[in-house]
């Protein structure tokens, strides 16, 4: 019987019982899932940020079944895997839409393990990639930014160690203009290390959100790698803004805009956070912060 991995488990309780009942569900989907696929388990299972990944060997060889827990954000993962064919991503073997199952190619664990500026140079080309013609029905980014600004305005309003209004300001100003974004290329979503795999084939993205906006919207995550720790003696600023110039440039979009991105998410992380308890003083909080100053006009 496969069950949801505990650390798993956790984490999505805390979306309460619709968590419960589909953690308690899962042994019943995943073998429906296997067995309308006739797949085999074939290695250890693992927890992805929220999804169940086994390891199997099925009529098309070894891979992966993925099965995430539902969310809006898993929705359109499985239309930007088939669009892609398995350029610059992995390769997608099959789909169960309803299900939120997906059966992928096996590809090796080894997650993007370079130098900083390398990393985020390869992640960039991947986005370049990636931004191939939206098939239909995909989610424009351009269609979640009033969501995204409320949820900005709210957080700000609740946050005990609130940001300056012109801090805010900026970030509200960027998700309004994505808003009237017309960008029809595909985006990955949630591009960072861990979600950059190598194989045979090169570097390969995995677990995308599958939206359709500018690249620039990942900035921020690939910017965020191996970033120097405040005792390393390095010009934090001045990193930064170096950072964002190698991502422009790899991923071939306007440096102003990846700035702006970059601002706007790290203001939206930073009050999420600061809504939710983190510490004011721990490095995330303290490096968004610093984006979120640093990056203004």
């Not at 798993?8 to 042994?27: H, K, M, N, Q, V």
């Not at 370079?114 to 990639?129: M, P, Q, T, Y």
């Amino acid at each position: 019987m496969i069950t949801v991995p505990d650390s798993l488990a956790a984490l999505l309780l805390c979306e309460g019982e619709s968590a419960r009942t589909w953690i308690d569900g899962f042994p019943a989907l995943a073998e429906q899932v296997l067995a309308g696929w006739d797949c085999r388990p074939d290695g250890e299972v693992k927890a992805g940020a929220v999804a169940v990944v086994i390891p199997v060997r099925c009529p098309r060889g070894r891979a992966v079944v993925k099965i995430s827990f539902p969310h809006p954000g898993n929705v359109d993962e499985h239309k930007a895997l088939a669009a892609w064919g398995g350029n610059g991503a992995v390769r997608l073997l099959d789909s169960d839409p309803d299900r939120f199952a997906l059966l992928l190619e096996r590809v090796n664990d080894r997650h993007l393990d370079v130098a900083a500026d390398e990393g985020i140079a390869i992640g960039g080309e991947l986005l370049s990639r990636l931004a191939i013609p939206a098939p239909p029905g995909v989610t424009r980014l351009a269609d979640t930014t009033a969501d995204w600004e409320r949820q900005v305005r709210d957080d700000a309003e609740r946050a005990d160690h609130p940001l300056p209004g012109r801090i805010v300001d900026a970030a509200v100003a960027t998700i309004r203009d994505l808003g009237r974004d017309s960008t029809t290329t595909m985006l990955h979503g949630d591009l960072h290390g861990g979600n950059i795999l190598r194989s045979d084939r090169g570097w390969l993205a995995i677990d995308p959100k599958g939206m359709a906006g500018t690249p620039a919207y990942d900035a921020v995550t690939m910017c965020d790698y191996r970033r120097p720790a405040f005792d390393s003696g390095v010009d934090q600023v001045t990193e930064l803004h170096r950072r964002v110039g190698i991502f422009s440039e790899a991923a071939g979009v306007d440096l102003e805009l990846c700035r702006r991105c970059v601002q706007a998410r790290a203001v939206t992380a930073l009050l999420w956070d600061l809504g939710r308890g983190e510490v004011p003083r721990s490095p995330n909080v303290v490096w968004r912060r610093l984006i979120a100053e640093a990056l203004v006009g």
